[in-house]
Nanobody, 127 residues
Framework: EVQLVESGGGSVQAGGSLRLSCAAS????????MAWFRQVPGKQREGVAG???????IYADSVKGRFIISEDRSKNTLYLQMVGLKPEDTAMYYC?????????????????????WGQGTQVTVSS
């Protein structure tokens, strides 16, 4: 069973930084594609960053230049480093996984392309 557990959320002031972690278990990490999403109550889930098989990040325009997605395969962990946080970044952040189809992860940030989701970690940015 695929399990994803996010951590690292919290409350920060605008301009602050946080690093989110997503610990994956129950499957071969290298056989899955991973990404970060966020959601505000009453709004649709939004793609934040995906990572392709070469380790390149694919980012939503709203976070480019401020967020960096990375992974440590030896620890089966996905990260999201966030700097220059803004109040509009306030949301529940989720990591997601999907079984690798073919031999390459594209780094997609489309929620419908992911099957497995963590429980989320809250990020609150105050002005």
């Amino acid at each position: 069973e695929v399990q994803l557990v996010e951590s690292g959320g919290g409350s920060v002031q605008a301009g602050g930084s946080l690093r989110l972690s997503c610990a994956a278990s129950g499957y071969g990490y290298s056989s899955y594609c991973m990404a970060w999403f966020r959601q505000v109550p009453g709004k649709q889930r939004e793609g934040v960053a995906g990572i392709d098989s070469d380790g390149n990040g694919i980012y939503a325009d709203s976070v480019k230049g401020r967020f960096i997605i990375s992974e440590d395969r030896s620890k089966n962990t996905l990260y999201l480093q966030m700097v220059g946080l803004k109040p509009e970044d306030t949301a529940m952040y989720y990591c997601a996984a999907e079984g690798l189809i073919g031999d390459f992860c594209t780094g997609s940030v489309m929620p419908d392309e992911y099957t497995y989701w963590g429980q989320g970690t809250q990020v609150t940015v105050s002005s």
